[in-house]
């Protein structure tokens, strides 16, 4: 735990022993008085009673009807043999006073020593006269507790009237041996004891529990805290997250520019100090208490800011602003500043949301956007594919709703002839309808679902390939497939006749971040037998290490090539360089979009081998290619 | 330094006899020495008759009174367990009832009585040596035929 907690621990576990002993210090002494009193009353109820009777009985037996018959010495003979019954061990004294000038004297004395005669004066201490006065006028009994020091011997004196025709006329002392205030003192104290015990317990318990949750809070908050940044990390969003009420959220995915870069030029200490301070401005520009920030990836931060500023202008503004700060920020390492950027994908309409992974996959369709359009900007959703959600795209592909179209590829010298057929994936709603990649692909690239479905796309081939025996298909992997193991393993796995009529057309639609993997899986396929074939070739530069380090089978010439060819010198000259690279290196080309006539004229004459386009056919279910019975497998 | 060790000491000491003596003893010292006081003043000599020396020196520590041991020079005698001292010829207070009850010059007397302290100051007495008590004793102030013999 940090120094802070311990300190408020310590503080939270002063103030409540201080409560406590502040609690002892005002009910203990209220609760010991009302203790001894209980006790006293307890012991001297029998007493009570007992001159209760003289009061009742012996006055009206002796017929009594004046202090000067008291005085009398028969009754006085009387009283003093009711009195006596009275002794015992706990008694020191036991006699009657009367008062008379205002000076009390005594009326009779049983007591067994210092014994005093009759009419002798008696000076009773201050608390007793005070008490004496107040029993003369409300002709009710009174209990002494005598301080140490003030009387000998005597801890205790009840004073109970002897009242005569309604008047006190005498009053009776019983005085207690100090050993009797000593034992009850004794009582009180072991109660005191173990009231102070028990409160102390109770003390250290609360301050216990109070440790104990703190410490509890404490890893737990350490558990979802991001240790090099200090904001959140996957852990709260996954297990704390889900709980928002996601309505109130602006959703923003931040991503550093070209971290890899940094990491790869400056190695891994450059980039865990340009995170921090990266974290820092984020926790700087957003507020603290009610804009939550996660570190969601390795360079990418999501951030949910809270709607109530006024208006969603007033959060972009936030966003902004961060990504201003992050702009200007220097990012001093060792002798380098470095600068950055950093490119923001926002979901502003969390309202419809059902979930917080759905919103985050938004936000993540929008900073892929950003990142497509430059990077170093801010880019908002906007719900223009119309696009399925996760969980439907989940449904459709766990029940098995996904089909393939396929398009021929053909030789263009003649265009009956099938190379192969490129199968081309869809998913099948419940209702029957054909739902297309762009509705669905871009949504779940770079999650398991991905995976999932190329991993079912490959066993419907296959399950194709098995049924019609003739033909021969090709199956699109992306980069992320070909880091897949599973997907590798199965395709290796299959069978020798299946190998031979099943091709793999490799993608550039991602960035390719670990490109030896990606290469080395590409030679387990292609010595296992697969052809291979480059798509979109032309439109990135990664596929050119493909062609340096394998032995590629066919080009497929970008589409954004072949369709203003007849337009384009520049095409046409790039088309041309690429068959005769691809000739001189034994491979064979393919041209995409073949739309038209003229198209497939220009190809043609510039050497191109194969192609594919509408002009030929539009993808079809294998079936309808089939019983067209127009192509020569 | 040698100051303060004589300070340190006497403060152990004082302490230490404090703890020694009964409380109840200390109480009765108060009393008596307020009461000597309050009737014939402040600052008046007060020989201690019958005592011995250590109960002197409780008296020296504890009491306000100017301790003298020549009673002669005295203004008032505090008298214990003596049965006449008449011949002193000057007031005095006795300690104990049998005190009291046999020496006439008291003009008054403190004792115990069951477990209580008593005082009783003799009217006439103090008239005869024109003494006036502190109005807060005039409660104990008693007529000589109210003594009980």
């Not at chain 1, 008694?91 to 007591?111: R, T």
């Not at chain 1, 009850?184 to 015990?197: D, R, S, V």
């Not at chain 2, 006081?37 to 409780?58: A, M, P």
Request: with cysteine; hydrophobic share 40%.
């Amino acid at each position: 735990m940090n120094i802070y907690s311990k300190k408020l621990i310590l503080y939270l576990g002063s103030a409540i022993l201080a409560i406590s002993f502040l609690f002892l210090f005002l009910v203990l002494p209220k609760f010991e008085v009302k203790i001894k009193d209980e006790l006293v009353n307890n012991i001297s109820y029998a007493y009570k009673g007992f001159i209760k009777n003289i009061n009742k009985d012996f006055i009206q037996q002796h017929k009594i009807s004046s202090l000067n018959d008291l005085k009398k010495i028969k009754n006085r003979l009387a009283l003093a043999h009711h009195l006596s019954l009275m002794k015992n061990d706990n008694i020191e004294y036991i006699f009657a006073v009367y008062k008379e000038d205002n000076i009390y004297k005594i009326l009779i004395d049983v007591s067994d020593t210092d014994k005093s005669n009759f009419d002798e004066i008696f000076f009773p201490t201050e608390k007793e006269e005070k008490a004496l006065d107040r029993i003369y006028k409300t002709k009710r009994e009174a209990i002494i507790f005598h301080e140490a020091g003030e009387t000998k011997k005597i801890g205790i004196t009840l004073l109970e009237p002897l009242i005569i025709n309604n008047k006190v006329q005498a009053v009776v002392f019983v005085d207690f041996t100090v050993q009797t205030l000593l034992t009850i003192n004794k009582l009180i104290n072991m109660l005191k004891l173990f009231l102070i015990f028990v409160i102390s317990f109770i003390s250290a318990l609360i301050i216990f529990t109070i440790y104990t949750t703190l410490k509890v809070f404490y890893f737990k908050k350490k558990a979802y805290m991001d240790e090099l940044t200090g904001v959140y990390n996957r852990n709260y969003l996954e297990e704390v997250l889900p709980e928002i009420n996601l309505q109130k959220y602006v959703v923003a995915l931040f991503d550093i520019d070209y971290f890899k870069k940094i990491n790869d030029t400056y190695g891994h200490k450059a980039g865990d100090e340009i995170l921090k301070k990266f974290a820092k401005i984020l926790k700087n520009s957003f507020r603290e208490d009610e804009d939550v920030i996660v570190r969601y990836g390795g360079e990418e931060f999501l951030v949910l800011i809270k709607k109530d500023r006024r208006n969603s202008l007033s959060v972009l503004n936030a966003v902004k602003r961060a990504v201003d700060r992050i702009r200007k920020a220097m990012f001093p390492y060792g002798k380098e500043v470095l600068r950055l950027t950093t490119s923001v994908g926002v979901l502003l309409d969390t309202e419809k949301e059902k979930s917080l992974s759905e919103a985050i996959k938004k936000a993540d369709v929008a900073l892929y956007k950003a990142k497509l359009a430059g990077r170093n900007r801010i880019e908002i959703y906007e719900e223009e594919n119309v696009y399925l959600s996760i969980t439907k795209i989940n449904n459709l592909i766990e029940k098995g709703n996904i089909l393939c179209h396929y398009q021929p590829v053909v030789d263009l010298n003649n265009s009956r002839k099938v190379l192969y057929f490129e199968a081309l994936v869809r998913l099948k709603d419940d209702d029957g309808t054909i739902i297309y990649p762009n509705s669905f692909l871009e949504l779940i690239k770079n999650t398991y679902l991905y995976a999932k479905l190329s991993k079912k796309v490959l066993e419907y081939n296959v399950d194709i390939l098995r049924k019609y025996k003739n033909i021969k298909v090709s199956v699109n992997l992306s980069p992320s497939d070909l880091i897949n193991e599973t997907l590798i393993k199965d395709a290796i796995s299959l069978e020798e006749h299946i190998v031979k009529r099943l091709k793999f057309e490799i993608l550039e639609t991602e960035e390719i971040k670990n490109y030896d993997k990606v290469l080395d899986n590409l030679k387990r396929l292609k010595e296992k037998g697969f052809q291979i074939s480059i798509d979109d070739f032309g439109s990135g530069y990664s596929n050119f290490k493909y062609l340096l380090n394998l032995d590629i089978d066919f080009i497929k010439i970008d589409a954004n090539l072949i369709k203003n060819i007849n337009e384009s010198k520049k095409s046409q000259e790039l088309v041309k360089a690429i068959v005769l690279f691809a000739k001189n290196n034994s491979i064979s080309t393919i041209a995409e979009f073949i739309e038209n006539e003229k198209i497939l004229e220009t190809v043609k004459k510039l050497g191109v081998e194969y192609g594919q386009g509408y002009y030929f056919s539009k993808p079809k279910t294998i079936e309808e290619i089939l019983e067209e019975k127009k192509w020569d497998i | 330094m040698k100051k303060t060790i004589i300070i340190i000491l006497n403060v152990a000491l004082f302490i230490s006899i404090s703890m020694a003596i009964d409380k109840s003893k200390l109480y009765e010292i108060k009393i008596i020495s307020y009461i000597v006081s309050s009737t014939i003043g402040q600052n008046k000599k007060v020989c201690l008759y019958n005592f011995s020396n250590s109960e002197v020196d409780i008296y020296r520590k504890f009491s306000n009174l100017k301790i003298v041991d020549n009673c002669k020079n005295a203004d008032i005698i505090i008298v214990k367990d003596l049965e006449n001292a008449k011949t002193f010829n000057k007031p005095a207070f006795a300690i104990g009832y049998f005190t009291f009850l046999n020496c006439i010059n008291c003009i008054g007397g403190f004792y115990w009585k069951k477990g209580r302290p008593q005082i009783i100051l003799i009217k006439e007495r103090l008239n005869t040596f024109h003494i006036k008590p502190a109005s807060k004793l005039e409660k104990f102030v008693i007529p000589e035929n109210f003594v009980n013999r």
